[in-house]
Each structure stands twice: as C-alpha cells, then as structure tokens.
C-alpha cells in the first residue's frame, strides 16, 4: 500500500526557513504529480505548492516568491523549502500524490505536519 510520510516541521521563527520532505514508500508506479497542501484552525485545506513529474509548478499566491517545490522522482520523494515565514503560515502541511490513469486520477495523502511560525 501506498503510504507518504512528511517530515520537517516544527516551530520557527518569522522571517525564519524550514525544508519539508515527503516520501513515497509502497509504491510500484510513479507519480504524474505531487504537491503539498495546508490546513491552519477553522480554515479550508488549501494548495500550497504541485509540481508534475515533467517539473513544472505552481503555487499559491500567498506563498509565491518565499517557497519552492522540487522533487526526486528517483526517490518518490517531493520536498518543500518554505522561506521568509510568516505567522499566517502557521498550518498542518499535507502531502499529496496524484497518479493519472484512463478516465481516473488516484489521490494520496500523508499524515501531515506541523509547522508554527511564532516569535
């Protein structure tokens, strides 16, 4: 079974930098894409950051200019260097794989990690 596990979070910070990883175990295939998401208190998990398995990339506007995305495909692992942190930042950070298929797309979700953006 598929499993994504993150890494990397904790407490920073503002203006501080932290580097989230997320690796794929279990699997026999690769992913067409991966990306990170967030969820702070009484908000709506959001896209931070997807990157393809070709590279390319987008982001949130929040989050455009301070973080970036980047991936190892040999490795299934996808990372996130989040930098000039910002209190607003402060959220639980999932992992996401997609896979495509004919007519289907597959979703994969870690367990998530904190990351706290505080003085």
């Known amino acids: 079974q598929v499993q994504l596990v993150e890494s990397g979070g904790g407490l920073v910070q503002p203006g501080g930098s932290l580097r989230l990883s997320c690796a794929a175990s279990g699997s026999i295939f690769s992913f067409d894409a991966m990306g990170w998401y967030r969820q702070a208190p009484g908000n709506q998990r959001e896209l931070v950051a997807r990157i393809t398995s070709g590279g390319n990339t987008n982001y949130a506007d929040s989050v455009k200019g301070r973080f970036a995305i980047s991936r190892d495909n040999a490795k299934n692992t996808v990372y996130l260097q989040l930098n000039s942190l910002k209190s607003e930042d402060t959220a639980v950070y999932y992992c996401?794989?997609?896979?495509?298929?004919?007519?289907?797309?597959?979703?994969?979700w870690g367990q998530g990690t904190q990351v706290t953006v505080s003085s």
């Open positions: 996401n794989a997609e896979r495509f298929r004919v007519g289907r797309t597959s979703n994969y």
